[in-house]
């Protein structure tokens, strides 16, 4: 909750010694729940029976409402995205290098890496802020196996272009749908796409198990072959058939999901209600661009993410994340500085930047903020407040905030 309301002058902003804003902590994914007591007595029930783990009842139960809720003929849980995605990679029999963005979590990079397949970043598109189909083409290689795709904010990658070039080249089409769950291309769900699509169910995530992940596909072949993968490889009780890891999703995930699947409406509510008025209250302020959803599909309307465009403000996107988070409002940079700048990939490769550039320009502009059933109306006028009072007063905070600069050195 708020606990200080209006600021009048800019000494009034907690980063310039003022009272701040939020008493707690206002987090961008703070997460979204369903029914305490229909989890509690699933809890109850799992507790009695003394199963935990190894695809029990509400693993089962999960795998079967998940499939039915996405249309799609496998959807395996595993214990989270990341390995969801370091399955799907290992199934696919992946090699050599696969194209992937740098403008995303850092995971995709990893998964690939983690196998030793090099992972080669392509530029994003600043419309969609997904893969750019027209630079694709340009990074294949004879080593080129596979394309991963993210449906950045649960807005789809261009998935006929990227299924063509695909196709057109003989390669393998994953798509990380960490954020995606929910959401809809030309009104198929988001699972159905590309020989696999993974899911988060991470804790932050629009829809969550604590931890967790699913690998959904249409390929029987393959889905047999993960499930086997994410239990150590064992075929039955004692023969073991492939190298396998332990992806197995837990009971009390698989509950958290069920229970957290019965209320999906009501928290796509809240999030649209919550998206509508941060448009509403910051519509107009020249300088930030709303990230915005097709209203033909199907959207889970998680990700409030800004563009700020620090030569009509006058304040970069630094500076009002700095602003917001002085107040406790704990705004994220996603996704800076892009993976090709963390480690190992900035060492290995330093000038990947030279072919990156849309990707450089959206890592310093973009801004994501609170949203989730954990936000509430008076919150978010709070925030939007905030913004358009260091909007406002953009030149005299820019001043201060140099001469505080100049101080520390
Ligand atoms: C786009 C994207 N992919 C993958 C992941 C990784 O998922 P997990 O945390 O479940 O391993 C995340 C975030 O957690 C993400 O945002």
Known sequence: ???????????????????????????????????????LERVNDMWDRRWFSNNGPYVREFEDKLRGFLGVKHCIPVCNGTIAMELAIRALDLKGEVIVPSFT??????????????????????????????????????????????HTWGRPCEVDALTRIARRNDL?????????????????????????EVFSFHATKFFNTFEGGAVATNDDELAAKIRLMKNFG??????????????????????????????????????????????????????????????????????????????????????????LTAENILARRYFFPGCHRMQPYRSFFPHAGLLLPETERLAGRVMSLPNGTAVGAADIQQVCGLVRFAIDHAAEIRAALQTRELALK
């Not at 902590?25 to 229909?38: A, F, I, K, Q, T």
């Not at 809809?184 to 988001?190: E, L, V």
């Open 1 to 39: 909750m708020p606990s200080h309301t209006a600021k009048s002058k800019i000494t009034d902003l907690a980063l310039l010694a003022g009272p701040a804003a939020f008493s707690e902590p206002l987090h961008v994914g703070r997460p979204s729940v369903g029914d305490r007591e229909r989890f």
């Open 105 to 150: 979590f850092i995971s995709a990079a990893h998964a690939l890496q983690w196998q030793e397949i090099t992972p080669v970043f392509c530029d994003i598109d600043p419309k969609t802020h997904n893969l750019d189909p027209q630079k694709i083409e340009a990074m294949i290689t004879p080593r080129t196996t596979a394309i991963v795709g993210v």
């Open 172 to 196: 393998r089409l994953l798509f990380d749908a960490a954020h995606a769950f929910g959401c809809s291309h030309q009104g198929r769900a988001i699972a159905n796409f590309g020989d696999a």
């Open 234 to 323: 064992f075929q039955g009780n004692d023969n073991v058939i492939y190298i396998g890891t332990n992806g197995k999703m837990t009971e009390i995930s698989a509950i958290m999901g069920l229970t957290g699947l019965e209320s999906l409406d009501q928290i796509i509510q809240v999030n649209r209600q919550n998206y509508d008025l941060y448009r509403e209250l910051l519509s107009g302020c020249s300088g930030l661009t709303m990230v915005t959803y097709d209203a033909r599909e199907r959207c889970n309307f998680q990700y409030i993410v800004f563009e700020v465009d620090e030569s009509a403000i006058g304040l970069t996107r630094d500076d009002l994340v700095q602003l």
